[in-house]
């Protein structure tokens, strides 16, 4: 028992140091002066960093971090999403010469793996963890160690909103809930005409797949919420239908007998594409649908596998039915270029990577860090092309 | 009812029933969603059933010879991953992708039948362990992204059409042509050939059959090497028809394969069962999973009831024998 | 080697268990030299997270697999009891302790529907936790309505069930689980109700005909299955905090592998209490040991493979040389 | 009886801590019929295994057609024309009878295994051997007799020029070993050497030519059948006499209450309308062909098998009995024919088992009272002599004798005043099977009620004190022990039923 006190006081030690800004990656011995039974200490990321801070880490990153080591943890690796905003996060880290660690669940439902993935990164003591959390409660306790152990914690791709004070000292994430609603914003003036002169009910299909967690929520709700006001802006009614937390959780479900436009939302029982599919299937076998949108990438691509069968996405609203997708990835891109996908948002995981390692990097460095909000970005054939936008679609 | 029953046994005894139950499902199906009776709905059906139909075909006969396989579901990911990160990321021409991919899976099927045949470790066992390395081992060979196949339409998605062509338009479901033309073969080795007829004998009787001056081993081996070849089929399949491949799906895969094959008349404890009846059992699991959402139900709903109609298929089987028994 | 074998200190522990013991010891050592940082506290209460509810699957499943059955549904199951439990103490204030016991309830009441069918009915334990999987991952959903669901945490008021895993830095959940692990082979060794589920793992026709309702003894295997489910959901939320419908089965291949591993043996009647906390131990132990070597998962699932099959392999050996 | 066929001199076999087989020799004619006997335990099945090749002799030679042979296989020892028919009856049950018959040299075309012909070829045995079988029926829905029938076609089917019959009679009923024995006989005219190992002395002497007795895995000596008495052969098997005399009276005191009366019951097909009574101290012999319907009349009223109707009465008091359970509580206990799966949990020690039917008599509180139990089970351990070197021992290292006092001891020790034996002394060797009698007898002494099932004739006049005989699930005779005779019984057996 003994060995294991000592073993603890040695670590937290150990962590004392290295915040303290000694850059010494040895982890033989604590340095003298951080005695061992001091405290971890809370207030370390204040302390002034020992090194001088550099000036602009992305243009000169090989002097500034040399020697700290960052854990990146992600949702998982199941799109190709995330295998881009991996990929920024090594640019970065290679750019400004630190070391990053990556790690992830194999699916964003594996939440348990997750928090045993971000425990193992504070016991690693890293200079700092950047977190992309797949829920936002099952890692409350984990960021309280990581504030006891004055490891700093940055949030990418989702924000934890109860996170313990001065455990996340950034977020790195898109409006979920805005991008959602760039996609009606987008899809609602292609069908326009087509809801206006409907003489029966239309239907727009939404497939999410899950109803948990807050960014695929927020993106389903955004959707829903925008097309619905944009519609009733129009004179029409609007009502939604299916998965209960969608409807009860949008801001009007209306009334389907009366309602002129229906927003069914399917989700699947388990995340994974062939469920997506099926589920996405029968949303596109209705006569009366029209529009269809899938708020990630594994949704998007669910959407166009029930379309290899029933061939009926395109771009033209009086002859097919229009489908907007969320995140990139060679499936939806091709789709896009080749007309069956209408369009869809991006996010750029590229540079919210890149974005996560700068700011641990200044984090560590002892510079103060403010949120960093990235946006959605519509695309579609027209401007697949575009400087703004060709750099945030990623295969 | 001596009759009766002998009528019912002579069209395939439980076979015959659970070909009555895929019929009933469909008239159901059918008269309560007019969706339902599209020629697409058929086609995603069938798009949906190739891999497990083709996983079940093959797992039918380490089942036959009192075994199982339970490393097909993780399998297929696995193997479909490999290929896959070949093709998309190493450059592969896909034809040497599909042949990876077939290698992998009858080397997985092989150490299957070895640890259960040479080294003796009770099937469950064996397979789950294989369950679990496969399932580590996508997600390493693939670096722990999910993999896209070529998408219909690029370059190298020709393999896509060995399931589904389009002709004139209309979407031609060849991939049922082959999971049945693949049935009629494997039935007619499970029963016409020496494969079929010694693992039969295993599930039968194993220590007769070694006694008999059978090469067991082998054949025993083989039986899982069969088992491993149809999860490698079922991987193309299930790359052709879906997007993208996620690494550490899978899982519970094969449980549809191993009910549908169950359901379908393959005895649990070895020495019974025909691919015909392991097809039928499949239809019975894919039209729930694919039918349910057309009568409106919720995906957790869909669940339940599919628990249920397992359930109760296999109930009936029961209460049938018991009543023959006594 | 057969020397060490007839020792009696050795055979009362039992030579494989032994062996296992030095395999989670040995571990150990190598992950803390190889890996720094590892040594000390943390690390072991990070790795003890993950036993404790992956250890009461384990002891669940070990009952049913002495009858000779197989339970499937013991993942998914768990996370039904934490879902509908956890959503009573969330949406409808039912309050903690009392959810405790529904979660409990709802794991029992599984096991009650598992071993009805198994026992009475004789539908085959495969397909019984196949269905019973989906049941339970369908209600979860239904009754959640497809939400996760968050127990409360650590520094509010109702989140005092946390000190069922720890209070500070000391581990309680170990204290629970190995008073459980002890009380699980008392019944299994010492009960009537032990030595029926073992006696007819190994032959059912033979104790029926000995006049025992062994019908009521295989539905209790099950039922005690259930029950430990119930109280695993309660120790995976107490660390993980969130649970999501639809899941669960990811953990179904460990509980059976950390049992197996112990020296159970699949075709029933022969089971091991000490051997399966064992197993669970190196299971935990290793998730965490490759971890913090910056392996992914994946790995952690091919060696425990890898020691499962040794495990087994060790054991059918030495069964065929007695005989 | 012409020239040695086989030769085997000197043979050794040795297993880690066993010498199971010792410098035997053997050797078979053609055209003889050789008898292997011994006890359980001499070695006659190991030799037959070391010459069919499924054991390595550790030294000794086997000579066969005048060359010395070693086969590593059956496979080798089958095609050389040495086939063995198994004691464990070797049927694949879900395959039919000609797939079992050819099974491992199926006829081919092409790839394809052509069934048509195999049905036709196996017909074609059966018509040489006069046996009527349908080669496409399945396996498992034969009789034991039938299954026998088919093991030794598929023997000869291997243009076999020595077939070893194990203990063939095992499983046959007094007509089935008629019929075997007529095949025998046809095929020692077609010059075929044949070993035939068997514990029924009767049997020896109609069927063999010559016997070779083994002990404790040595050679004892090579005897003319005809010239021998079978007491001269059991001296060379165990060194002691022991006689099979028929039970002259019954030993039923006059007036003895009947414990047990069963009317009218029916159990499906094999169980129609049986009634009989049964007294206290008495034992009562079942006899019938085998499928005569005796073990399931008797699992009918232990309620392991569903009845449709009748009605049972214990000591006067109608009991129903639906389930195992209710039959203990009314004191009932049944030893099963087949030990190893009905009968006793072989991982599981000999005072586990011992206590299976009373464990809640040893349960103080929550727990087992190992103590008692241990106890209770070394009491009966010694007062049936129970071979056993302490009650911790697991059953499966018992001998098949020893596993039956073990079986037996669990309803003593559950006290049962009623108690049933299936076929108490099959796979028991001689010496076993005098113990058992014995301690019948005893337990009949000592006011048990005992039905026994047999198939063996002797066995049933030798014990019984009276004999109730069945026929296709009828019961068709009912006599005391003194007016029984083999053939009044036989008689009874295979009467036919309007």
């Not at chain 1, 807050?214 to 619905?228: M, V």
């Not at chain 2, 070895?270 to 409106?296: D, W």
């Not at chain 3, 996370?79 to 959503?87: D, E, M, N, Q, R």
């Not at chain 4, 060797?429 to 014995?438: F, L, M, Q, S, T």
């Amino acid at each position: 028992m003994k060995k294991k006190v000592l073993a603890t006081l040695l670590s937290a030690a150990m962590v004392a140091t290295l915040i303290a800004g000694c850059g010494s990656q040895e982890a033989a011995a604590p340095a003298p002066e951080a005695p061992a039974e001091e405290a971890p200490a809370e207030e370390a990321p204040a302390d002034d960093a020992a090194e001088a801070p550099a000036e602009e880490p992305a243009a000169d990153g090989a002097a500034a971090g040399g020697d700290y080591s960052f854990e990146i943890i992600v949702k998982s690796y199941q799109s190709s999403y995330w295998q881009a905003a991996v990929t920024g996060v090594n640019q970065k880290a290679e750019e400004l010469g630190v070391k990053v660690n990556c790690t992830g669940p194999n699916a964003e439902s594996d939440i348990a793996d997750q928090v045993n993935m971000l425990n193992n990164a504070i016991n690693a003591a890293p200079n700092g963890i950047g977190l992309a959390a797949c829920d936002q409660d099952a890692c409350l306790d984990s960021l309280q160690t990581a504030l006891d152990k004055g490891i700093p914690v940055v949030c990418f791709d989702s924000g934890i909103p109860d996170a313990p004070d001065g455990s996340v000292y950034a977020t790195v994430a898109t409006d979920n809930y805005a991008a959602g609603a760039t996609a009606a914003e987008n899809l609602y003036p292609a069908l326009k005409d087509k809801i206006a002169s409907a003489t029966a009910p239309v239907r727009i299909g939404e497939v999410n797949q899950e109803a948990t967690s807050e960014s695929i929520t927020s993106r389903g709700l955004g959707f829903i919420d925008k097309f619905a006001e944009l519609a009733s802006a129009d004179g029409k009614t609007v009502a939604v239908i299916g998965n209960e937390y969608y409807v009860n959780n949008c801001k009007d479900k209306g009334d389907e007998a009366s309602a002129d436009v229906i927003i069914e939302v399917a989700v699947p029982a388990q995340t994974t594409v062939e469920l997506c599919a099926t589920e996405a299937s029968v949303i596109l076998n209705k006569a009366d649908t029209i529009g269809m949108f899938g708020s990630n990438q594994v949704a998007a691509e669910g959407i166009l596998t029930a379309n290899e069968n029933l061939d009926v996405l395109g771009t033209d609203p009086a002859s097919s039915i229009l489908a907007a997708g969320f995140d990139a990835g060679s499936v939806i891109k091709g789709a896009i270029t080749s007309g069956k996908m209408f369009g869809a948002v991006t996010q750029s995981p590229l540079a919210m990577g890149q974005t996560t390692v700068e700011i641990l990097t200044k984090i560590a460095n002892g510079e103060t860090v403010s949120d960093v909000p990235t946006q959605g970005y519509w695309y579609d054939s027209t401007n697949m092309e575009d400087n703004s936008i060709a750099p945030n679609l990623y295969d | 009812m001596g009759k009766n029953k002998s009528v019912i046994s002579r069209l395939g005894g439980q076979k015959f029933i659970v070909l009555l139950v895929v019929i009933g499902l469909i008239l159901f199906f059918s008269a309560v969603s007019p969706d339902f009776r599209k020629y697409t709905t058929v086609m995603s059906i069938l798009d949906y059933s190739y891999y497990i139909a083709l996983m079940a075909i093959g797992v039918t006969f380490p089942l036959i010879t009192g075994g199982v396989d339970l490393s097909i579901g993780t399998g297929l990911i696995c193997y479909s991953l490999t290929g896959g990160f070949l093709i998309v990321q190493k450059g592969w021409p896909v034809w040497a992708g599909i042949l990876v991919t077939l290698l992998l899976s009858i080397t997985i099927g092989l150490l299957n039948g070895v640890l259960v045949s040479v080294m003796d470790l009770p099937p469950f066992l064996a397979t789950l362990c294989t369950c679990m390395i496969t399932r580590g081992l996508g997600s390493i060979f693939s670096k722990g992204f999910g993999i896209s196949w070529p998408t219909s339409g690029a370059p190298g998605s020709w393999f896509r059409n060995i399931f589904k062509i389009t002709v004139n338009g209309t979407k031609i479901p060849l991939g049922f042509l082959w999971v049945l033309l693949l049935v009629v073969l494997m039935a007619f080795v499970l029963n016409h050939t020496k494969i079929g007829r010694y693992t039969i004998a295993i599930g039968s009787n194993k220590e007769a059959t070694i006694l008999s001056g059978i090469n067991v081993r082998f054949y025993h081996i083989m039986a899982y090497v069969i088992s491993g070849f149809f999860a490698g089929l079922a991987a193309i399949a299930y790359s052709a028809v879906f997007s993208t491949v996620q690494p550490g799906t899978g899982a519970g895969f094969e449980l549809e394969a191993i009910g549908g094959a169950i359901i379908g008349g393959v005895s649990a404890s070895g020495g019974f069962g025909s691919i015909e009846g392991s097809l039928i059992g499949v239809f019975v699991i894919c039209l729930l999973k694919t039918g349910l959402p057309y009568i409106g139900l919720q995906a957790n709903w869909q669940q339940i009831i599919t628990g249920l109609v397992l359930i109760s298929a296999v109930m009936v089987d029961i209460m049938k024998r018991k009543k023959e028994t006594a | 080697m057969g020397r060490i074998k007839e020792n009696p200190i050795v055979k009362k522990l039992g030579f494989n268990r032994i062996i296992l013991c030095s395999v989670l010891l040995l571990m150990y050592l190598l992950f803390s030299l190889t890996s720094k940082n590892f040594a000390g506290l943390p690390r072991i209460l990070s790795a003890l997270n993950y036993a404790y509810f992956l250890g009461f699957l384990s002891l669940g499943v070990t009952f049913v697999i002495a009858t000779g059955g197989i339970d499937f549904s013991i993942g998914p199951v768990m996370f039904c009891s934490a879902l509908i439990s956890g959503y009573c103490l969330t949406s409808y204030g039912v309050p903690v302790a009392l959810s405790l016991v529904i979660s409990i309830l709802v794991g029992t009441l599984f096991g009650v529907f598992n071993g009805y069918l198994v026992a009475y009915w004789s539908v085959p334990p495969f397909i019984v936790s196949m269905a019973s999987m989906n049941i339970a991952k369908g209600i979860a959903s239904v009754f959640t309505k497809t939400q996760s669901v968050s127990w409360p945490q650590g520094t509010t008021p109702e989140g005092w069930f946390r000190s069922l895993v720890k209070v500070g830095d000391f581990p309680v959940g170990l204290v629970i689980f190995l008073a459980f692990a002890v009380i699980c082979s008392i019944i299994l060794n010492k009960t009537r109700a032990g030595r029926y589920i073992l006696s007819l793992g190994s032959n059912k026709e033979a104790v029926r005909l000995s006049g025992v309702n062994i019908k009521k003894w295989e539905m209790l295997a099950y039922i005690i299955c259930g029950t430990l489910v119930g109280i695993a959901a309660i120790f995976f939320v107490a660390a993980y905090t969130t649970v999501q419908p639809g899941y669960g089965d990811q953990y179904n291949n460990e509980a059976i592998a950390g049992c197996v591993m112990g020296g159970t043996s699949m075709a029933g009647g022969l089971a091991s209490i000490g051997g399966t906390v064992i197993g669970v131990f190196i299971i935990a132990l290793l998730q965490e040991g490759i971890l913090a070597l910056h392996f992914t998962k994946d790995y952690q699932l091919i060696i425990t493979g890898l020691i499962v099959i040794v495990a087994v392999y060790a054991d059918v050996t030495a069964r065929r040389r007695k005989n | 009886m012409g020239d040695v066929i086989l030769t085997m001199k000197g043979i050794t076999k040795s297993f880690p801590g066993v010498r199971a087989l010792d410098g035997v020799n053997f050797e078979v004619r053609k055209g003889e019929v050789h008898a292997l006997m011994g006890e359980n335990g001499a070695g006659k099945s190991t030799l037959m295994k070391v010459l069919t090749g499924i054991y390595k002799k550790d030294s000794g030679t086997i000579t066969y057609e005048g060359k010395e042979v070693e086969f590593h296989n059956t496979r080798e020892a089958q095609s050389a024309g040495i086939v063995i028919v198994h004691q464990e009856l070797n049927m694949l049950g879900h395959l039919t009878v000609a797939q079992n018959i050819f099974i491992g040299r199926e006829f081919k075309k092409g790839i394809r295994i052509d069934d048509k012909k195999m049905n036709e070829e196996a017909k074609k045995l059966f018509d040489r051997l006069n046996i009527n079988i349908d080669p496409t029926e399945t396996m498992s829905n034969l009789t034991v007799g039938k299954q026998q029938m088919c093991e030794i076609a598929k023997a000869i089917s291997h243009d076999a020029k020595v077939i070893i019959f194990d203990e063939p009679s095992a499983a046959l009923t007094e007509a089935e070993i008629e019929e075997l024995f007529k095949i025998i006989k046809d095929l020692r005219k077609q010059q075929l050497g044949i070993v035939y190992i068997s514990h029924r002395m009767d049997e020896i002497k109609v069927i063999t030519d010559r016997v070779t007795v083994m002990r404790d895995g040595t050679y004892v000596g090579t005897l003319i059948t005809k010239d021998c008495t079978k007491n001269d052969i059991i001296n060379m098997m165990v060194g002691r006499v022991i006689y099979e005399d028929p039970k002259e009276h019954s030993m039923v005191p006059e007036g003895a209450p009947v414990v047990l009366k069963v009317e009218h019951l029916n159990a499906g097909k094999m169980v129609q309308d049986v009634s009989f009574e049964l007294h206290k101290g008495e034992i009562l012999g079942f006899s019938g062909l085998m499928g005569a319907g005796r073990t399931e009349t008797a699992r009918a009223i232990f309620g392991a098998d569903p009845k449709e109707s009748g009605d049972i009465y214990i000591n006067g008091q109608k009991v129903t009995i639906n389930t195992p359970e209710d039959a203990v509580k009314c004191g009932i206990g049944y030893l099963s024919e087949d030990r190893k799966r009905f009968g006793i949990v072989v991982q599981k020690t000999v005072a586990e088992n011992s206590t299976m039917a009373t464990l809640e008599k040893y349960t103080k509180g929550l727990f087992i009272d190992k103590k008692a139990e241990k106890d209770v089970a070394q009491k009966y351990v010694e007062s049936l002599a129970t071979k056993t070197p302490s009650v911790d021992q697991l059953v499966v290292n018992l001998s098949g004798g020893n596993q039956q006092k073990v079986v037996i001891a669990k309803w003593l020790v559950r006290n049962c005043d009623i108690l049933i034996f299936d076929e108490p002394t099959r796979g028991i060797d001689v010496g076993a099977k005098n113990e058992i009698y014995k301690l019948m007898n005893k337990l009949a002494e000592e006011g048990k009620a005992i039905i026994m099932i047999s198939s063996e004739m002797t066995e049933i006049l030798r014990m019984s004190d009276r004999i109730v005989v069945m026929c296709e699930g009828k019961k068709t005779g009912e006599i005391g022990i003194e007016e029984a005779a083999q053939e009044t019984i036989m008689n009874m057996a295979t009467r036919e039923i309007g």
